[in-house]
């Protein structure tokens, strides 16, 4: 859903045939900024994806645990090349999102942001 609403980009699944590993890596890093961005545009300065309508309060739904765990899987593993953890790191509003996450449920995590 993020990936299409992604700017400038075809997706994946249009250009590929949902065939991740037929792409390139270049289209995989153009892939992932995109992905980044908008998903860094989506949560703005919100603690999480979506609020509480009657408190306010952030709420952890299915989204935040998805984009939770890719998001935390590429910055704690130790990647052949760190081109698309970098990519993501550039997005500082991600990282402060998963330390959110981690912080609003007690989740210690040793983040390896090379």
Not at 49 to 67: A, N, P, R, Y
């Amino acid at each position: 859903v993020v990936a299409s609403q992604s700017s400038g980009s075809s997706g994946i699944n249009a250009e590929y045939g949902g065939q991740w590993h037929d792409i390139s890596s270049e289209m995989l890093m153009v892939e992932t900024k995109d992905v980044a961005s908008a998903l860094t545009e989506r949560l703005g300065q919100q603690g999480t994806f979506f609020k509480d309508s009657d408190t306010g309060q952030d709420l952890i739904t299915e989204l935040d645990c998805l984009v939770y765990g890719h998001l935390n899987a590429i910055f704690m593993t130790k990647l052949p090349s760190y081109r698309m953890k970098r990519a993501l790191g550039l997005h500082a509003r991600l990282i402060e999102y998963c330390k959110f996450v981690e912080a609003k449920h007690g989740l210690k995590a040793q983040r390896d942001r090379s």
